[in-house]
């Protein structure tokens, strides 16, 4: 059974020593502002730890889990995610440039101006989490189930939504030049504040005649 570590200050070379020993699980630790970039943390636990501007770029992050962790302003840059488990956890404005999040799994988790732009990876998921604002361009989420996802304003550019559900999700006022949403099905999406010259992105998506009204009336033609 993993140590548990609670309640401690840790820095880099804190860190370091407990490398030896293997997959770590910190409680209420705190981490702000700590480099840890580059280090080899795969299989690690973060539990309710404070991790404010912390650099975890190019860190390997594999089969970490996250629970209520605040990590706003977190360097996660090129950082190996892959089939990480983050919930409940506070990732506001993080930075997850080109970062691999194959496999990972965000959930009712704040990631309010977080920049994945250049992520990579297959077979994430995103559920109940808060992408306000978030940097998304070229993103695939194509065939995913997307639920509760709030991308208002988000910076969607290119990303594949081709065949994806989105579930009580939000697209209102964002970013959709290039975006591909064939086969997708819209239903349960807001999405409000599309302007009439981005329409042509929903070309073959599955709206519902509520929606198409809203559209059409936002648009300023009149519905008889």
Do not use: Y
Not at 76 to 90: I, K, N, S, Y
Not at 136 to 146: D, N, Y
Not at 191 to 204: K, M, Q, T
């Amino acid at each position: 059974m993993t140590e548990i570590l609670s309640g401690q200050t840790l820095a880099r070379a804190d860190i370091t020593k407990l490398l030896t020993t293997g997959p770590r699980h910190l409680e209420s630790c705190d981490l702000d502002e700590a480099d840890l970039s580059k280090l080899d943390l795969s299989g690690w636990t973060f539990e309710r730890c404070s991790m404010r501007h912390a650099d975890l770029s190019g860190t390997r992050l594999a089969r970490s889990v996250w629970r209520s962790t605040k990590a706003p302003f977190a360097n996660f840059t090129g950082a190996d995610l892959e089939e990480a488990q983050v919930q409940g956890c506070d990732l506001n404005n993080a930075s997850l440039r080109r970062a691999n999040i194959g496999s990972a799994r965000f959930v009712s988790t704040r990631m309010t101006g977080a920049d994945l732009h250049l992520a990579k990876g297959m077979g994430f998921t995103f559920e109940e989490v808060l992408l306000v604002g978030a940097r998304l361009p070229g993103l695939s989420f194509r065939k995913e189930k997307l639920v509760r996802l709030d991308m208002a304003q988000a910076d969607l550019a290119k990303a594949d939504f081709r065949g994806a559900v989105l579930e009580g999700c939000s697209l209102r006022e964002a970013n959709l030049d290039g975006a591909q949403f064939a086969g997708a099905d819209l239903r349960g999406c807001d999405l409000g504040g599309i302007e009439l010259e981005d329409a042509r992105v929903f070309r073959g998506a599955v709206i519902s005649r509520e929606q198409a009204e809203q559209l059409l009336s936002g648009w300023g033609l009149l519905i008889r």
